[in-house]
């Protein structure tokens, strides 16, 4: 996709402050970049009406949280008719184990990043639900042992 507006260097620059720390005040925006806070929130609200920044949230700690069991799971699909993709995400959409999915190309139609507390919640999930559904030809998963980088985002320098 290309965009179609142009971003300077300015805008940039708030993308790349808001994608390291989205609660910055809009006057600690406005010092980071050079601006006054006025046409700072502007430039801001402006990238939000063109859809370049999509919105907010806190990053929370899966662990702390009590949630330390996570998960790949490469689901391949008997079928690949568009109706049966989006019969699937629909599923998808109702799990709440599943923090993320993706469509990919290759040996697996879809690569899902589940979250659990324990094991047995993890291997219930697996079982009564994903290899379950219906279209589901074979899963693969893989337990995630350590999160060497976590870096949601696009690359700014």
Same mark, same amino acid.
């Given at each position: 996709m290309t965009l179609s507006f142009s971003l300077d260097a300015t805008d940039w620059? &708030?993308? %790349?402050?808001l994608q390291r720390d989205g609660r910055i005040t809009n006057v600690d925006l406005a010092g980071r970049v050079g601006l006054s806070p006025p046409p700072c929130l502007r *430039?801001?609200? $402006?990238l939000e009406r063109a859809g370049v920044i999509s919105?907010? *949230? $806190?990053l929370l700690d899966a662990g702390v949280l009590g949630f330390d069991v996570r998960m790949f799971a490469f689901v391949g699909l008997k079928r690949q008719a568009d109706s049966e993709l989006r019969g699937f995400e629909a599923l998808? @959409?109702?799990?709440?184990?599943?923090r993320e $999915?993706? @469509?990919i190309s290759g040996e697996a139609d879809f690569l899902l990043k589940c979250v @659990? %507390?324990?094991? !047995? $919640?993890?291997?219930?999930? &697996?079982? *009564?639900?994903?290899t =379950? =559904?219906? !279209?589901v030809e074979n899963v693969k998963t893989t337990l995630i042992l350590r999160v060497s980088k976590y870096e949601p985002g696009v690359p700014i320098p």
């Open positions: 620059k &708030i993308l %790349r402050e *430039r801001v609200q $402006a919105g907010y *949230r $806190a998808v @959409a109702q799990w709440p184990l599943v $999915a993706y @469509a @659990a %507390r324990d094991l !047995n $919640a993890l291997q219930d999930f &697996i079982i *009564r639900d994903l =379950a =559904a219906p !279209n």
